[in-house]
């Protein structure tokens, strides 16, 4: 009895311990690539599962002021949409401020939604997949070690704790493969909320900025079950970003 | 040799070989599938076929599923409550490409200077006066008001997009489960595709578990009743299993699947494979009983020699005309056709062979006389009375049968070919509760898309489109038209001011067209804007939702269509399910006019070589074309439509009914060849043969009977008609062709009859 009492609770602590240690890492993970500011050009190629492809080539920056995350995206190719412009206003406690511009229309629009669009730019990659995900919304698993195109890694299981959150995300869980010694991820395994694996994201070309934090010049995201990729190339990047806020005002898209 | 004695000779042979070749038809009968899929029956060149293949190759090849919720005010916060439950509960699976419902439908409009984007239902109201207000809004919504949301708000619909990963009875139990996870007092019907095939599916396994076994039992105690003897049961009774056996496994065999027409294959077997072993049981029970000295063998030897020929042309007559199935347009009647006529003629070989020889094995049995074989008897009292009225009054029986063939065939102005799907299951299934829905409050349940090439930003395609929305949404039967033009325009209405030039229009360049559609793709998912148009932007698709009852309806769309299309044809596909089932429905036309005339020709032909006459063959197809055409008046006046069920029977009533009038051309030409007058001829034929055709007749017609238990009222209506064709064919062969006889005197029934002339012979005993 006394024997089963103390493997039951050496299992429970390891578990426990385990537990911790998945989350600590996801988050050393998050942390790891927090760049915060930056300025960049990336091409994204969006290709369907009989090989026809669109390419979309952007400038992206963000910057925070105060408690406002600001970020601009605008067009660069195809020519037809060249010029076109988005600005997100991010904030903490409300719900996001967007505007659009688009040179056709020769005005900037305000667009007020209460729902946010789930495909980022149209691609594979969702919104959700672009922004840091909140710790507390996951209950974290340590599915154990594995090699990765050569490095070692942690297989760690994000599981959403309900379906509101599922739904939120468009994923019930995600495996990740993270580096033991620099905490990148470099492999994403995102399942459905029927538990089949849907979409698998590879990031690659990390490279080490100056302030310590890596970033990855490039992410491919495939789903599997419609056959459908897409790859986003960074072309240029600048961690921190020189723009002023007045770049980031909604008179300024037309510019 | 005599076939008599090569019988008896090789019997043993005969019995195992024939038992051998069931034995081995038993194991593919396992791998029997049911292909309910009505769509699969068409032959993959026809035209909106081939077009839906092209249009699937490009926009995918999804199903729509409808479920439709039915409360007093589906704005009520338990069925709002329950419509959000359903819907987030199958979006989440990923089965369903799509999911729409009130729920997800958002309001995208311009509200001071910006493009506003929300859900029509921010929350569930909870107050009259919220409900109103919520109600108004909807209907100002036209993504919302009568597309997911009934007119008189009666109705909810959620429509379900299935990407057909999924099999049919996994589907419909899925969306059951789920309906049933989120119950409510609302009642809830379902209609789509998948869920017709998964009830077709079910119901043909079941229409083969009740209808074969009662259709066997139903047989054997006819023969038992006919018989009253173990033998005369067994052997005829063998002979319909056997064939049945056979027939079926010809199918796997020939890597076919079973249809729903297939479910008439067993029964047509049951109806038409067992007379030719009656006809051999018939003669040894009435050789016993007046030829006591005869021995078994000699029984056996003195059946074939009488038999042989007149049961060869009997079942040669029917599997002429099941054969005429060969040229039916819809796959699985080919099949049929093929497939019951090797069965026909394995029972015919059977007949011919293995009965005699299991006789020839069999101790004679007592001496039994057919107790229903009485001068008195009920055919003895109907064929005397129609042999007086034929011989007295032929004229009037020619003018009586014009009059009510005048009569039955008016219907045929009122005559209509089924449009759609809906009578393959009973008028009150949920499937077709939730179509009358469909149609009655919605824009309709029935789909039309068109595949436009060219490039899809180009503001000239956009008008292109945007005038065949306003055009047919002018016309009656159209509830809905949507394309990338509606998109384009919808979103014009928020990004500019209702004052603003380019409000509510398609832009006039292809750059705003293209952030347009930009701006679309990066708010929604990728896959969204897929279904207006291609990946590559060079391919549109226009989306036509409407109703129809009659097919006329469906070609005046096709029609305006056409005008709309004007030079430019080429450059539009026309397709969706609608116009499948449309197509299977008209082919069901060409296709029995096809076998008809397949039948009509091979049986006037057969007539013309029987008779070595061309008039025997146009007398004698007389009754057919009456049986026919009158039947089809009959379904005019009684509003049986014609369907890929419905349309099989004239082939199949021809191959029976011409059995009946060889016959009697056979016997009264015999008669004439004994010297009798005509009068005398046909008094005597009624009275000899008459009562063994009326027996034959009615044996089938009991066969087919069993069919009116179908779960498919489209099979019992086939019951209905082929019983109402055969007593044609009968009344044709007893009474007109006896009265024309009379009448005309024609030559060929003057012909000296040739000494191997039997046919008479099958009823004489």
């Excluded at chain 2, 199958?90 to 311009?110: A, C, D, H, P």
């Excluded at chain 2, 030409?669 to 009624?686: F, H, K």
Aim: with cysteine.
């Amino acid at each position: 009895m006394k024997t089963s009492i103390i493997i039951t609770t050496l299992l429970l602590t390891s578990i426990s311990l385990f537990s911790q240690t998945a989350q600590e890492i996801s988050k050393k993970s998050m942390s790891a690539t927090d760049i915060g500011n930056m300025e960049m050009v990336s091409t994204i190629h969006i290709s369907d599962s009989k090989g026809n492809s669109r390419v979309r080539q952007i400038t992206t920056a963000s910057k925070q002021f105060n408690e406002v995350t600001k970020m601009l995206i605008k067009f660069i190719s195809p020519a037809e949409v060249r010029g076109t412009a988005l600005l997100i206003y991010d904030y903490e406690k409300q719900s996001d401020d967007m505007w659009i511009y688009m040179p056709a229309l020769r005005k900037v629009r305000r667009v007020v939604s209460s729902e946010k669009g789930k495909s980022f730019m149209g691609s594979e990659f969702t919104n959700a997949d672009m922004s840091k995900p909140n710790v507390n919304d996951f209950e974290y698993s340590m599915l154990g070690s594995e090699m990765y195109d050569g490095n070692s890694c942690w297989k760690i299981q994000l599981k959403c704790k309900t379906e509101a959150i599922q739904n939120e995300n468009g994923f019930s869980k995600r495996i990740s493969y993270i580096d033991k010694n620099i905490f990148v991820c470099y492999k994403v395994e995102n399942y459905g909320f029927d538990g089949r694996l849907q979409r698998i994201q590879t990031i690659r070309s990390y490279k080490k900025q100056s302030n310590g934090k890596y970033f990855a010049y490039n992410m491919v995201m495939e789903n599997v079950q419609t056959g459908r990729k897409s790859e986003l190339v960074i072309e240029k990047f600048q961690a921190g970003s020189q723009l002023s806020e007045s770049a980031f005002a909604p008179t300024a898209l037309e510019k | 040799m005599e076939k008599s004695l090569l019988i008896i000779r090789y019997r043993w042979w005969i019995i195992i070989a024939t038992l051998l070749c069931v034995t081995v038809c038993i194991i593919p009968l396992s791998k029997i599938h049911i292909n309910p899929d009505l769509e699969s029956y068409l032959p993959s060149t026809m035209h909106y076929r081939q077009n839906n293949m092209i249009i699937s190759k490009i926009f995918g090849n999804e199903e729509p599923i409808l479920i439709v919720l039915e409360s007093s005010d589906v704005l009520n916060p338990l069925t709002m409550k329950r419509v959000e439950n359903l819907s987030q509960a199958l979006s989440r699976m990923t089965v369903f490409k799509r999911v729409y419902s009130i729920s997800q439908t958002k309001n995208i409009s311009s509200e001071n200077g910006s493009m506003v984007v929300n859900p029509v239902v921010k929350y569930i109201p909870q107050t009259t006066i919220e409900r109103e207000k919520l109600r108004s809004e909807i209907k100002k919504n036209d993504l919302a008001y009568k597309l997911v949301v009934s007119d008189d708000f009666h109705y909810a619909l959620i429509m379900l997009s299935s990407n057909k990963t999924m099999a049919d009875a996994e589907l419909m139990k899925t969306i059951r489960k789920t309906v049933d996870k989120f119950p409510g007092t609302e009642k809830i019907t379902i209609t789509g595709q998948p869920y017709l095939r998964d009830e077709a599916n079910q119901k043909i396994s079941r229409d083969l578990i009740i209808l074969l076994p009662l259709g066997l039992a139903l047989m054997f105690l006819l023969l038992w009743i006919s018989f009253r003897e173990i033998r005369g049961v067994l052997l005829p009774f063998s002979v319909v299993v056997f064939s049945i056996i056979v027939c079926m496994a010809l199918i796997p065999l020939f890597k076919w699947e079973l249809s729903l027409i297939g479910v008439l294959i067993p029964i047509m077997m049951i109806a038409i494979s067992n007379n030719y072993g009656v006809y051999f049981v018939a003669r040894y029970q009435d050789l016993n009983a007046n030829e006591p000295d005869l021995t078994m063998s000699e029984i056996v030897q003195k059946s074939v020699s009488y038999l042989f020929t007149p049961v060869l042309l009997c079942g040669l007559t029917a599997i002429i005309g099941i054969l005429g199935l060969v040229a039916h347009l819809l796959v699985p009647a080919r099949q049929m056709g093929i497939v019951t006529g090797i069965g026909i003629s394995f029972a015919l070989v059977v007949s011919l062979m293995f009965v005699p020889a299991v006789m020839s094995l069999m101790k004679k049995g007592k001496p039994h006389t057919n107790p229903s074989a009485k001068s008195n008897g009920f055919f003895y009292s109907i064929l005397r009375g129609s042999g007086n009225v034929v011989t007295y009054h032929p004229k009037a029986v020619v003018v009586t049968f014009s009059i009510f063939f005048a009569l039955s065939s008016l219907g045929l102005v009122i005559f209509k070919v089924t449009p759609d799907s809906k009578s393959v299951l009973p008028k009150k299934h949920p499937f077709n509760q939730a179509i009358d829905i469909a149609d009655k409050h919605f824009g309709g349940n029935k789909i039309i898309t068109i595949m436009f090439e060219g490039d899809a930003k180009d503001p000239k395609l956009l008008r292109k489109l945007d005038l065949y929305e306003t055009e047919l949404e002018k016309m009656p039967n159209v509830g809905s038209v949507t394309s990338l033009a509606t998109l384009i325009r919808k979103m014009s209405t928020a990004l500019n001011d209702s004052n603003d030039a380019g409000f509510n229009k398609i832009p006039e360049s292809r750059d705003a067209i293209a952030q347009y559609i930009e701006l679309y793709s990066m708010n929604g998912n990728p896959e969204d804007i897929e279904q207006f148009v291609n990946f590559n932007y060079t391919k549109s698709l226009l989306t036509i939702q409407y109703h129809a009852d009659k097919i006329s309806e469906i070609n005046s769309i096709l029609n305006r269509l056409d005008a709309l299309a004007g030079n430019n044809k080429a450059s539009q596909v026309i397709g969706g399910y609608s116009l499948v089932d449309k197509e299977m429905n008209e082919s069901v036309v060409t296709g029995q006019n096809y076998s008809l005339l397949f039948a009509f020709a091979a049986i006037m032909l057969l007539l013309s070589v029987i008779f070595r006459s061309f008039i025997a063959g146009i007398i004698g197809s007389l009754p057919l074309v009456f049986a026919v055409l009158c039947t089809f008046g009959i379904m005019g006046w009684l509003g049986i439509e014609l369907n890929i069920v419905t349309a099989l029977l004239s082939s199949i009533s021809i191959g029976l009914g011409v059995d009946f009038t060889i016959q009697i051309l056979w016997r009264i030409r015999w008669e004439l060849a004994q010297g009798s007058n005509y009068i005398q001829s046909v008094i005597n034929t009624l009275n000899t043969i008459g009562r063994g055709i009326c027996i034959n007749a009615f044996a089938v017609m009991l066969g087919f009977s069993v069919l009116f238990l179908s779960s498919f009222p489209l099979i019992q209506s086939f019951a209905l008609l082929i019983v109402i064709s055969l007593f044609l064919c009968l009344v044709c062969a007893l009474v007109l062709i006896p009265a024309i006889c009379i009448l005309s005197k024609p030559k060929f029934l003057n012909k000296k009859l040739k000494s191997n002339s039997k046919i008479f012979k099958l009823n004489k005993s």
